[in-house]
């Protein structure tokens, strides 16, 4: 795509608004010309995962073009409804990836602009995008016969009576036509304020050929192709936070961290090995004793307590600081202030002793995540010039040298200045040990040297690639027709929700969007590993099938593993396989024992479901009972948090409940009634938060590990008690178990221990497959793929799937 003398055929959508805009166009030649070559715009509300695919499809078809005639994607990034960006953004990855072709991004409203200039419009024009709750997404601009032209530096979001109180107060007011589909919305607002010229209400949405027309004038201005075209690094514009990240940013800068305040827990806290969280005013103290440590001796002058304090008081210039805690003590910091669209990384201090952890580049991949979402594009910061360990890891995470402040620190003493674009060169997840620089790799990848042994051998295989997004695990695995898992690869989000004590479905979204493809790059890789290819990774095109997560879940998470697996399925011209999440779940026990047969009574205990199932064969199951409230990970979740001891919450009591007595306190045990299979944990959370709030008023110190203790047995008792019941009942002598909580070594030693003693095998699955992960979905793909189980192209998510 470098060339523009040549002619390069580009495939270009956008989900973000109510129009689902497609289009295949010719892009470049001797006139730098767009040609059209088929559209198939067509306003689709609500169902562009439905109908994108199906689309493109039939544009191609129209256009005369073959999927492998296409030479690049582009898709529109917003801003507009957050689903709708991430459905376009997923699908366009996974085409891209499929295809090993390039993707390139473009705004929304640039496109809306072009899309008004192919059709004449000329003048001061203004694209009121709806944003909905009350808000439009403002931008302006200037049409001459040249193009569009922007009168702003970044997509923003107001309210839609301050964009009218804006436009309004111009002198030029008289001359500004309107656009965007905010009009549809806050039409009248604009007509109340003497804002009355709209251009024709057909042109208010994007177009195929309007985002075709932005890229090339995005490339024209940059002098060449705008962006590298790897899908890994084209992601949404947002232009605010999630509410939940508002909110937390409001607490950091107006009150203190209820989380960082002396509770009398802290020697019950100090099994917890290196946790990440927002810096709030108590670290105050620690930050400083920290930071006279790291720097003893150098020219930095080591910050006070007191400068810590000042960076909570001042909410009206945005900041990010985070903190790493290890045993109870205060192990590393990072943090900065945002100047325009800059963030000035202020301090990193990491204790000796930490260091080469991956600490810093972690703590500074909070603070980048943090201000990415406030608008920053870049990230600057001074550096001693004799600190070579501290520009050595900046020069890995991006940085490059822009100055030299001669004596900055003191005589002889320069500081040198690092400036680095963002996103920074950071790991896929806290597992990786070395950040990976995606955005700086070729990109189409090369195509791998196989030979005919390889490729026969691989063909044989008939591998299947799985995706797993059903809630805050990016996940993906490989597995081959023996049921061989190849690859295996997960990357989390714990940290990210942890700052909020549960996951929030609209950061868990948009943190699939950005792993999505890494994750994928690094399943295809560790397959052809396992497989002993020399030639390179796996190509989506080698796989048998692809699988994916359909529901049950949230369904934000799911829609991005669902367009994405679409989307890649189609560029490689695969079959597509729907999996029902709670049925991984069930599978994940032939990971295990490949022998497991029907009839079997099968429990799930996780974050979002507890059932009781009597599985009668695959495939054929009956739902005995399940939870009429909260879900056992929920109940672990909620009780962690209200004894203030963090996130997620099931790992934290069950380490807590090695030492405890569960007999110590006696908790109800909530419909444990012969033949009933229902579950209930509501009544059984509020007796822990009484008895807390009991104990604590009247002075008594809570023994810990004795409450983690009884509240398992309370929840696990049932679990057995119900188990027994229901093999009773059907004559089933198999039991096996899955769900996050399924990895509760308490949980899993008491079934074996109980029910072996009844005659009945207990399967439990690896405690790696019990959380969310892609190779219990792999599995039931691969028994999808031999009895040909297809789905079609237009599948969407589903998040209330039953089993």
Known sequence: MKNWAETHTIAAIDTSTDML????????GAEDAVEVLASGDHLCRRHANIELIKTLDAALAEAGVAREGVDAYLVG??????TGVRIGISTAKGLARGANVPLYGVSTLDATAWTAWRAGVRGLLGVAADAMRGEVYPALYTL?????????????????????????ARDDADRLQLTGDGLVRYGDRFDAAGLTTRIDRALWWPSGEG??????AACERAGGVEGTGDPAVVLPIYTRLSDAEENERKRLGLQQSARSEVTGVAEELAGRHLQFRPMGPADAEAAAHLERACFEGAGHTPWTAEQFLGEFSEPAVPRSWWVAHDDGELVGFAGGMVVEHDIEILDVAVADGHRRQGIARKLLSHVSYDVQMLGCTTASLEVEAANVGARSLYRALGFAQAGVRPGYYGQGADAIIMKAQLPLVLP???ASPEPTAAAMRAWPLAAPARSDEERAEIARRKLVLAIESSCDETAAAIIDSEGALLANQVSTQIDFHARFGGVVPEIASRKHVEAIVGVIDAALEEAAAALGLTGGALEPRELAAVGVTQGPGLVGALVVGVAFAKGLAYAADVPLIAVNHLEGHLFANLLAEPTLKPPFIFTLVSGGHTMLVHVRDW???RVLGETLDDAVGEAFDKVAKALGLGYPGGPIISRLA??????????PRALNRKGDYRFSLSGLKTAVVNYIEQETEAGRTIHLPDLAASFEAAVFDVQYKKAWGALRETGAREYCIGGGVAANPHLREMMVKKLGRQGVRVTL??????TDNAAMIAEVARRKLERGEFAPLDIDAEPNMTL
Do not use: M
Request: hydrophobic share 40%.
């Open 658 to 667: 090695e030492t405890g007595n569960p007999k110590a306190i006696d908790f």
């Open 428 to 430: 896929v997840d806290a």
């Open 765 to 770: 699955p690896p405690r790696n497959a019990c």
């Open 144 to 168: 001459d016969d040249e193009g569009a032209h922007r009168l702003f530096d970044r997509e923003r979001v107001v309210k839609a009576a301050q964009a009218v109180e804006e436009w309004a």
């Open 21 to 28: 805009a497609c289009a295949v166009a010719r892009v470049g």
């Open 211 to 216: 985002l075709a027309l932005a890229w090339r």
């Open 619 to 621: 495939g054929d199951y």
């Open 77 to 82: 990034r917003g801003p507009g409804s957050f």
